[in-house]
Antibody
């Protein structure tokens, strides 16, 4: 059974880069037809899709964040990562990694990490 | 501002049926994109209840059912139980935003 676990700093200074990793256990990140995603949730709000990376390495981002986001994967470590640059207080949220099977507009995000809280503050 | 609108709260007594609506537009649900539903317990990650408008993943009780019509989707919970008290979110794809989008969320209270 695939499990996901986020890791990274819980506090980031404004204007700096937020970096998170998601460790995938119980299955390969290279398995065909899966997208590996980052989703965040501001306090009291609905989730917000940040983007995902396909098993092939193709990336897709939310246009509202695209200019600041990079999602990458490390197949040797079976992890994928999020980098969000030039953060502000508006980026304070719980960040989740999650998985969705192709086609992503039919399937739901079926495996989620427990989430990690990131606070942007000086 | 989410493009998928849900009622902030619904409530029902144990055993009753509650329905949660998810109203979108011609660029998301109305464009033919499927609706998914998630349950989020306090302090936990969302868990998918419904995908493809009306399919349940293995392990999800058949008390949960989904439907779609026009620009909207719906989640029905029949035989409401205390453990169903949670936040519920719908999700779809929007071709104007070119992004997966989530609803505003509905808090279900079991009276």
């Amino acid at each position: 059974q695939v499990q996901l676990q986020e890791s990274g700093p819980g506090l980031v200074k404004p204007s700096q880069t937020l970096s998170l990793n998601c460790n995938v256990s119980g299955g390969s990140i290279n398995i065909k037809n899966y997208y590996w995603s980052w989703i965040r949730q501001h306090p009291g709000k609905g989730p917000e899709w940040i983007g995902y990376i396909y098993y092939s390495g193709s990336t897709y981002y939310n246009p509202s964040l695209e200019s600041r986001v990079v999602i990458s994967k490390d197949t040797s470590q079976n992890t994928f990562s999020l980098r969000l640059r030039s953060v502000t207080a508006a980026d304070t949220a719980i960040y989740y990694c999650a998985r969705v099977m192709d086609p992503p507009d039919f399937n739901g995000f079926d495996v989620w990490g427990q989430g990690t809280t990131v606070i942007v503050s000086s | 501002q989410s493009v998928l609108t849900q009622p902030p709260s619904v409530s029902g007594a144990p055993g009753q049926t509650v329905t949660i609506s998810c109203t979108g537009s011609s660029t998301n649900i109305g464009a033919g994109y499927d609706v998914k539903w998630y349950q989020q317990l306090p302090g936990k990650a969302p868990q998918v209840l419904i995908f493809g408008n009306n399919y349940r993943p293995a392990g999800v009780p058949d008390r949960f059912s989904g439907s779609k019509s026009g620009n909207s989707g719906s989640l029905a919970i029949t035989g409401l139980q205390a453990e169903d008290e949670a936040d519920y979110y719908c999700q779809s794809f929007d071709n104007s935003l070119t992004s997966h989008v989530f609803g505003t969320g509905t808090k279900v209270t079991v009276l």
